[in-house]
């Protein structure tokens, strides 16, 4: 299948600074990029869809001004969050996809944010 | 709307015996379906997806699912489990209209297999 690369896999940071996340599909061009969060009892929430050279779609409940996405190519997603705090210390994921319908996404490894 | 339900929030077998982890799904439609498998403090992985034809659907790792329209189900099974097997499983499903971007996921289940 085809690879996400996620990075970094782990990051410890202080209040109140920022921490910035990327993905990269390394094989094909991931017109979609997905950002999931996921919490201790396993679920995932989707946090925002991104697609390429505009703007992301933001779930409910999200704060855009927080998670800040960029999916600048057809290769690269960032997510960024922002002034972190102690309680968006959690897994987040990052997927990618193509435009068919019919295939699946691939998921990077995901990075564990630690905020201190 | 779409939705994905994975009722059982854990499963436990013994290593050898037949697996079965449950997903039943709401779509309009005739979606397209996937399992995935998530190791800890790993990304998920693909294991198989339904597109079209066959109901019965082979993966990886000697994983299948079965495919049942009449009740919307899609159900991930093993006839012999392993221990390694181990792990959380992620049903979910895309939609083939409009919404085709969107991916639902289950909850999750996690399966135990004992030695």
């Known amino acids: 299948g085809a690879v996400v690369s996620q990075h970094p896999s782990r990051v410890i940071c202080k209040s109140g600074t920022s921490v910035k996340i990327e993905c990269r599909s390394l094989?094909?061009?991931?017109?979609?990029m997905f950002w999931y969060r996921q919490f201790p009892k396993k679920s995932l929430m989707l946090m925002a869809t991104?697609?390429?050279?505009?703007?992301?779609?933001?779930e409910q409940g999200v704060e855009k001004d927080k998670f800040l996405i960029n999916h600048a190519s057809l290769t690269l997603s960032t997510l960024t969050v922002t002034s972190a705090h102690p309680e968006d210390s959690s897994f987040y994921i990052c997927s990618a996809s193509s435009d068919s319908p019919n295939t699946e996404a691939f998921f990077g490894q995901g990075t564990r944010l630690t905020v201190v | 709307a779409q939705s994905v339900a994975q009722p059982e929030d854990q499963v436990n077998v013994a290593e050898g015996n037949p697996l079965t982890v449950k997903c039943t799904y709401s779509?309009?439609?005739?979606?397209?379906l996937f399992w995935y498998v998530q190791y800890p403090n790993r990304g998920l992985q693909f294991l198989l997806k339904y597109i079209t034809g066959d109901n019965l659907v082979k993966g990886s790792y000697g994983f299948e699912a079965e495919f049942n329209k009449s009740q919307t189900s899609f159900h991930l099974k093993k006839p012999s489990a392993l221990v390694s097997d181990s792990a959380l499983y992620f049903c979910a499903v895309r939609d083939r209209g409009y919404n085709f971007n969107k991916f639902y996921f289950g909850s999750g289940t996690k399966l135990n297999v004992k030695p």
């Open positions: 991104s697609n390429e050279g505009s703007k992301a779609t933001y």
């Open positions: 094989d094909f061009q991931a017109t979609t």
């Open positions: 779509v309009s439609g005739n979606p397209y």
